[in-house]
């Protein structure tokens, strides 16, 4: 097990990543204004929230398919998993709520309007999976065996 596995709460990793993309892509603090004022209300407003409106849903929805089954949210300790998710969201996704961070960073990322501020979106995804999924997916193997694998074998990690 890696020191970073199901160490750091994936909201704060989302955060640090669309600061990174906002660093990265060389943005000054005015450029806020200067997207809703360019002109060109549907590349840089609109596509934004679409992708933001829809990121919130995703994850919201996770989240009450995990109230309904009265099973823990919390990343940090997957071994609290009380059963194996898969009505709702997830039999479209097995990490909708990552799924969910991962479409605010995208709508952060078309509102950077830099093809720079996509690398958030790209590191998050690949931290998530290394120091997230992949040890949640072990945990929740060991604890629930064949009723997880045949649900890892029916629905993608992402979509």
Not at 32 to 49: H, I
Not at 77 to 94: D, E, T, W, Y
């Amino acid at each position: 097990m890696h020191t970073l596995e199901l160490k750091i709460p994936p909201p704060l990793v989302m955060v640090v990543s669309g600061l990174l993309a906002f660093f990265i892509s060389g943005r000054s603090g005015t450029f806020l204004m200067e997207q809703v004022n360019s002109g060109d209300f549907v590349g840089n407003v609109l596509w934004p929230l679409i992708f933001l409106a829809l990121g919130i849903a995703i994850a919201v929805s996770g989240v009450r398919e995990f109230a309904r089954h009265n099973t823990t949210i919390n990343p940090l300790n997957p071994n609290q998993s009380s059963s194996v998710v898969n009505s709702g969201i997830f039999r479209l996704s097995r990490n909708p709520m990552y799924l969910g961070m991962l479409l605010v960073l995208i709508a952060w990322a078309d509102y950077l309007d830099n093809l720079l501020g996509f690398s958030g979106a790209v590191i998050f995804m690949l931290y998530i999976t290394r120091f997230q999924i992949l040890p949640e997916e072990r945990i929740l193997l060991d604890n629930f065996g064949e009723d997880f694998q045949t649900y890892l074998n029916s629905v993608r990690r992402w979509l």
